[in-house]
């Protein structure tokens, strides 16, 4: 994959994990809710080489423009394609670890399938009634994604893309292609070199990230006019909130959003696909069905036509179902939605409490409606695939571009972060991850290297084609640290006081405007209150920290002084011959 470097949009919004009810076609629904534990279908073990060739197939196996395709021969294509290299050994290592999970797990399911768990059936039953008394539908959520993004601006610049099957990237890995690509099987986070043994004819097109910020920008400019606080999820996705806008309008949710989708190519040539329901979640299943160049509504306030909808889908289409969990689930017997609820009493006791939720919400079709960064963004991170890169020079310059990225971000958002982590990933495709914690909140990039650059030391020497860096523990800039203020300001401020120190305004006090909070010191000056001297200061923690430090070099002095003229006055009333004690002067160095 190309590494140039994004700089306004390198990060990603992650979005929350969630999934939805499914429904085997050959179980009715209303029965289901009255199934008994003994009639569930038995939690069976997959077959252990076509688990490990599913695995193979990738996260993106489910994308739209693949669904035509014979999946079993593709993934042939892939395991043949891949015996060998270091991706087909990392794969194969990462299965057994899924594999043997996955065992401990049934072997738990065997110990508790027999006993009577109608208590935990009570327990789960009381959980879904608690989670659907927070049921919102009231807001009208839409979920735009444009369709195979990358490849259709470079189909845009050379026209005779369209007609050949295209992707984005190189034999590396791949970011996108394009839908004549897709029908053999090509798609996204894909080897290169995979894909050249799918669809030889294959052209590869380098990235070009000024061409897609350049094209996301107008794209935003028209999400902006009819919700400007929308949430960009990347490049080519964003949530919109179209509730109050409707309120201004006698369009449908459906009219609207196809004006949205008509603006958006009028403004950029560009096609765009749309989900449109009552909460993220089901909006972006939503976006899906009808790509590309297509929209789904699902009525957003129509309770029975959420869980109709949701029951029919597979679990591996709701966001935040991978691979992984698809595996785990299905060996409880869980493929689709309408397979929760009589296992409810089972994933109970087999699942942890996150993800037990988690599959109650997916059950009854709920999702987040927030669209506040500071609520659902916990971290702030970036990485780039390059070529096998080992030599310490290049891996430290890669690191100090990676830092200048990240700085930009934070600086974007208005965060700080005391945690910083690197992710590194080996041409054997293994990952390793180290962090560190510091004293203080940091957010520029020379701080952020000095610390990223002490943990990659730790990794040398290495062979890697990836590597990220990812600030979290984070908090809005703009205010000093609580815990200071809290110790400082509570002190009072006397109007005088004969047992201060006697500090001159130009030995005690410099004024230092902090570059983060000149604009809001200017309207609220924040002041703090010296221990020492009592006096109320405007400064930053590094001039104020300063200024402790004069003032108790200024006790110290003081006190020293004090104790050598009672020295001295009592040596006096002594012995003529004095003992030598050390100066003032020497009793001061530190």
Known sequence: MNDQIDLEHSSQLVEEEQDFFLDDDSVDHEKELVLSQEKCKPATAVDKEESFRHMLAGPSSNKAGLGSIDKEQVNKIIYEASKGSAFF??????????????????????????????????????????????????????????????????????????????????????????????????????PGFIALKLCPQLKLIPLHFPKYIEASNKVRDVFRKYDPNFLPMSLDEAYLNLTEYLQTTDMSPSQLVEQIRKEIFEST????????????????????????????????????????????????????????????????????????????????????????????????????????????????????????????????????????????????????????????????????????????????????????????????????????????????????????????????????SESSINCNETDCITEVSDPLEEKDRTNHPLPLGCPICNRQLVLDNVNFNQHVDECLNKVEVKEILKTQLEIDRLASLGSSSSTHRPSANKRLKR
């Open 89 to 190: 050994e990392r794969e194969k290592l990462r299965n057994e670890s899924v594999t043997k999970r996955i065992n401990v797990i049934l072997a738990k399911y065997e110990l508790i399938k027999h006993q009577n768990l109608s208590f935990e059936e009570r327990i789960a039953d009381n959980m879904i009634r608690d989670l659907e008394e927070s049921r919102d539908l009231t807001q009208c959520i839409c979920h735009v994604d444009m369709d195979a993004f990358y490849a259709s601006v470079e189909e845009l610049e050379n026209p005779e893309l369209k007609n050949v099957p295209m992707a984005v990237g190189d034999v590396s890995m791949l970011c996108t292609s394009n839908y004549i690509a897709r029908t053999f099987g090509v798609r996204s986070a894909m």
């Open 269 to 496: 040539q560009l096609t765009a696909s749309a989900g449109i329901a009552c909460n993220r979640t089901l909006s972006k299943i939503c976006s899906d069905i009808n790509k590309p160049n297509g929209q789904y509504y699902l009525p957003i306030d129509s309770k029975p036509a959420i869980l109709n909808f949701v029951k029919d889908l597979r679990i591996r289409q709701f966001p935040g179902v991978g691979r992984v969990t698809e595996r785990v689930l299905e060996s409880l017997g869980v493929t689709t939605c309408s397979d929760i609820y009589p296992r409810r009493a089972i994933l109970y006791k087999l699942l942890s409490p996150i993800s037990f939720q988690f599959m109650l919400k997916n059950y009854l079709g709920l999702g987040s409606t927030s669209f506040s960064e500071e609520v659902e963004r916990k971290s702030i991170s970036c990485e780039r695939t390059f070529s096998a890169m080992s030599e310490p020079t290049e891996l430290f310059k890669k690191l100090s571009e990676l830092s200048l990225v990240l700085e930009k971000d934070l600086e974007k958002n208005k965060f700080m972060g005391r945690n910083i982590g690197i992710k590194l990933k080996s041409v054997s495709y293994e990952i390793r991850i180290r962090s560190k914690t510091m004293p203080s909140y940091i957010w520029t990039a020379k701080d952020i290297e000095k610390v990223a650059k002490e943990l990659l030391q730790k990794e040398l020497p290495v062979n890697i084609r990836l590597m990220g860096l990812r600030m979290s523990t984070m908090k809005k800039r703009g205010h000093e640290d609580e815990s200071l203020r809290k110790y400082f300001t509570k002190l009072p401020l006397p109007e005088s």
